[in-house]
């Protein structure tokens, strides 16, 4: 079985990214409870740029990845970012190699 990361990068409008971050509490919060595919689903904000929010993400499967894109959670945290990104998101998806913390 062939496991999937994510990294991604959203980055907020100006004056907004409180209004960003809450939505994006509340998107792990149902990632969590509801999508056990989903094996880490971590959200930081940048130390840097309060606007800047990063996103890892590790999958146990391409189809546990394409559940989360597809899926209600993800559905309605995109309805709710509208007004609040300064643009599309960034997002890589990665084939892991190795790491500590995360089944690889």
């Known amino acids: 079985m062939t496991q999937v990361a994510v990294v991604a990068k959203l980055t907020a409008v100006d004056?907004?990214?409180e209004?960003?971050?809450?939505?994006?509490?509340d998107l792990?919060?149902?990632?969590?409870?509801d999508e056990p595919g989903t094996l880490v689903y971590a959200a930081a904000q940048d130390s840097a740029d309060v606007n800047v929010f990063w996103f890892y993400e590790f999958y146990g499967s391409p189809d546990?990845?394409?559940e989360?894109?597809?899926?209600?959670?993800?559905t309605k945290?995109?309805?709710?970012m509208r007004g609040l990104l300064a643009g599309r998101p960034?997002?890589?998806?990665?084939?892991?190699?190795?790491g500590k913390g995360v089944p690889v």
């Open 15 to 17: 004056g907004k990214s």
């Open 19 to 25: 209004d960003l971050a809450a939505v994006i509490a």
């Open 28 to 33: 792990v919060a149902q990632v969590q409870a």
């Open 64 to 66: 546990a990845a394409t």
């Open 68 to 74: 989360h894109s597809t899926g209600p959670a993800l």
């Open 77 to 80: 945290a995109r309805e709710r």
């Open 90 to 98: 960034e997002v890589h998806r990665l084939t892991p190699i190795a």
